[in-house]
Antibody, heavy 124, light 108 residues
């Protein structure tokens, strides 16, 4: 079964840092671009960041550029999101999501598999 | 960036009725790279349609997508009880990919 499982969310003070993880199983992880998508409480979906299958190219939304860093360890089938300088507006459920097709450039594909999400709350 | 506007914000219908959801783009969506997702409370989004009209794996054929350029439609031919949810469109033809604000389909 294809599955994504996020972890690492929690409560953090403004200006703090948090690292999210997403463990993948059931597919050839290294063949697919992966993304993080977030959803603020009661709001819609916002794409945050993406990384190519090999991990050597990364992409960010303007709202997180310079503060967040996406990476992956294909030997561990795991995706990461390092979040620094967190703000109240970063409060959201963070989902990792898999591209529908292998080998696509990030941002050029729909997401066919999503994790269950991990909640990040930025508050003093 | 391309702004997607979904209408209506809420659609109140009864089981068995036909639902028509619209997604309008501020610019033409390259390659008709438009997807639709269903999201139920407390759950992750679920891919329904990709490439404007391609049905994702295991999606019932009562769900269909159509449209091109700047105007896209998701149609649910006969609403089942499990179809009452929020639906989002997403364009992935231009960077950054963007989502609409959602249409809630609730029970009348």
């Amino acid at each position: 079964e294809v599955q994504l499982l996020e972890s690492g969310g929690g409560l953090v003070q403004p200006g703090g840092s948090l690292r999210l993880s997403c463990a993948a199983s059931g597919f050839t992880f290294s063949s697919y671009a992966m993304s993080w998508v977030r959803q603020a409480p009661g709001k819609g979906l916002e794409w945050v960041s993406a990384v190519v299958g090999g991990g050597d190219s990364t992409y960010y939304a303007d709202s997180v550029k310079g503060r967040f860093s996406i990476s992956r360890d294909n030997s561990k089938n795991t995706l990461y999101l390092q979040m620094n300088s967190l703000r109240a507006e970063d409060t959201a459920v963070y989902y990792c999501a898999k591209d529908n097709y292998a080998g696509m450039a990030p941002g050029r594909d729909a997401f066919d598999i999503w994790g269950q999400g991990t909640m990040v709350t930025v508050s003093s | 960036e391309i702004v997607l506007t979904q209408s209506p914000a809420t659609l109140s219908l009864s089981p068995g009725e036909r639902a028509t959801l619209s997604c309008g783009a501020s610019q033409s969506v390259s390659g008709n790279y438009l997807a639709w997702y269903q999201q139920k409370p407390g759950q992750a989004p679920r891919l329904l349609i990709y490439g404007a009209s391609g049905r994702a794996t295991d999606i019932p054929d009562r769900f269909s997508g159509s449209g091109s350029g700047t105007d896209f439609t998701l149609t649910i031919s006969r609403l089942e009880p499990e179809d009452f949810a929020v639906y989002y469109c997403q364009q992935y033809g231009s960077s950054p990919q963007t989502f609409g604000q959602g249409t809630k389909v609730d029970i009348k």
